[in-house]
């Protein structure tokens, strides 16, 4: 299993970057579509609510509600569908009490010799701190994601 967070890096928009890649032991389809089905109707409990229309331009809308955390809801729109390869989204945090963050989501599904890596970027973060919050949460995505493979 390979993971990995790089150090703070300013984007020609000056927001920071946050990127996160994980390889697994199966083909990108099986990787890609367990990206799916974790948001599905077997879902972790973290996972509230998915309504996902899976095209270029859809909304895709999820709600959590993570131990120990405030629940939130992102507000996704889809900008890049192109199974098993490809996803990308416009994504905007709602938590109450907070100002939205907007960020966009691309995540590659890459086939190597005996596995598939995911390599995740989110951009558009105003601050350090705020990318931060995020990077503590796609671990535990990635680690759902390997459950729903595992299946």
């Known amino acids: 299993m390979l993971m990995t967070n790089e150090p703070p890096h300013r984007t020609d928009d000056a927001r920071y970057d946050l990127k996160v ?3 697994f032991d199966a083909p990108p389809q099986a990787v890609f ?3 799916l089905a974790m948001h599905g109707e077997h879902r972790p409990d973290w996972i509230v609510e998915s309504q996902l229309d899976l095209r270029v331009g859809g ?3 999820v709600r959590f509600q993570p131990p120990g955390l405030k629940p939130f809801s992102e507000d996704r729109v889809l900008t890049g ?3 098993p390869h490809h996803l990308s ?3 905007t945090a709602i938590v109450e009490g ?3 963050i907007d960020t966009s989501v691309d995540i590659a599904f890459e086939e190597l010799k005996n ?3 995911v390599s995740l970027r989110q951009s558009g973060f105003p601050t350090v701190e705020e990318r931060d919050k995020f990077a503590g949460g796609w671990p535990g ?3 759902a994601m390997g459950d729903f493979i595992a299946r």
Do not use: G
Request: hydrophobic fraction near 40%.
């Open 81 to 83: 569908v192109d199974p």
């Open 98 to 100: 907070a100002p939205t």
């Open 21 to 23: 890649e994980r390889d």
């Open 33 to 35: 579509d367990a990206y």
């Open 141 to 143: 995505v990635l680690e």
């Open 115 to 117: 596995t598939t890596r």
């Open 59 to 61: 909304a895709w809308t």
């Open 89 to 91: 989204y416009a994504m």
